[in-house]
């Protein structure tokens, strides 16, 4: 299954993104483990994490269905390093279209960082998977409701930064696909049980939303 394959089956199932800041490397197996137990299978980790090259190459050869890469990519160098680590997933907190461009040549999914509806179209026309909407403190469901109304059908829309299992409803019904989830999550070294629980805790909210797609 290519990487566009497993994103678009995990946002049918389970449309949420692991934000693992701060990984050790040593780590990843088990929080990784304690993820795709739970059925969740995006996985990012942060490249000012320590090491996240070889967290990557462990998460992407240990859990084949899962798609596995990096977040703070800001360099066409970054995404050629993550693609030879294994990973298929390109997530910026900004936009930059040469990053986009190195991601699209590659093959992977990429989801650059927007907050305007003219950084949007702009990620769009240069072949982004999704957008990141970054940071969502910023970006309220209104704002997303907004956004929705201009942007294409398609357009694959996913609120970071903040999202929690009580406010995560409201941006699904304000027309979100999916969601970056970060230190409500996963914060350095928490256990993998903690991991694990936390993750249940996120399905169980996107999947009581009856507006969840």
Same mark, same amino acid.
């Given at each position: 299954?290519?990487?566009? /394959?497993?994103?678009?089956?995990?946002?049918?199932?389970?449309? #949420?993104?692991?934000?693992?800041?701060?990984?050790?490397?040593?780590?990843?197996?088990?929080? %990784?483990?304690?993820?795709?137990?739970?059925?969740?299978?995006?996985?990012?980790?942060?490249?000012?994490?320590?090491?996240?090259?070889? &967290?990557?190459?462990?998460?992407?050869?240990?859990?084949?269905?899962? #798609?596995?890469?990096?977040?703070? $990519?800001?360099?066409?160098?970054?995404?050629?390093? $993550?693609?030879?680590?294994?990973?298929?997933?390109? $997530?910026?907190?900004?936009?930059?279209?040469?990053? $986009?461009?190195?991601?699209? =040549?590659?093959?992977?999914?990429?989801?650059? %960082?927007?907050?305007?509806?003219?950084?949007?179209?702009?990620?769009?026309?240069?072949?982004?998977?999704?957008?990141?909407?970054?940071? &969502?403190?910023?970006?309220?469901?209104?704002?997303? =409701?907004?956004? =929705?109304?201009? #942007?294409?059908?398609?357009? /694959?829309?996913?609120?970071?930064?903040?999202?929690?299992?009580?406010?995560?409803?409201?941006?699904?019904?304000? %027309?979100?696909?999916?969601?970056?989830? %970060?230190?409500?999550?996963?914060?350095?070294?928490?256990?993998?049980?903690?991991?694990?629980?936390?993750?249940?805790?996120?399905?169980?909210?996107?999947?009581?939303?009856?507006? &969840?797609?």
């Amino acid at each position: 299954m290519n990487a566009h /394959r497993k994103f678009e089956v995990a946002l049918s199932h389970i449309p #949420l993104i692991a934000i693992l800041r701060g990984l050790q490397a040593h780590e990843a197996l088990a929080v %990784g483990e304690a993820l795709i137990s739970t059925g969740w299978t995006l996985i990012e980790v942060p490249l000012n994490s320590p090491d996240p090259l070889t &967290s990557i190459a462990t998460l992407a050869s240990n859990f084949s269905q899962a #798609l596995v890469g990096a977040g703070t $990519v800001l360099t066409p160098d970054d995404v050629r390093n $993550v693609h030879a680590a294994g990973g298929q997933l390109i $997530v910026s907190p900004n936009f930059n279209p040469a990053v $986009v461009r190195e991601a699209v =040549r590659l093959g992977l999914v990429c989801l650059p %960082g927007v907050m305007t509806a003219t950084e949007a179209f702009a990620a769009l026309e240069a072949g982004a998977t999704g957008l990141k909407l970054f940071p &969502s403190e910023m970006i309220t469901p209104a704002v997303v =409701r907004a956004l =929705r109304a201009v #942007l294409p059908a398609d357009a /694959r829309l996913l609120p970071v930064g903040g999202i929690t299992p009580e406010n995560l409803s409201s941006y699904l019904a304000a %027309g979100a696909t999916g969601f970056g989830i %970060g230190s409500a999550l996963y914060k350095p070294g928490m256990k993998a049980t903690q991991v694990q629980a936390n993750a249940m805790n996120f399905i169980s909210a996107c999947r009581a939303s009856p507006l &969840s797609h």
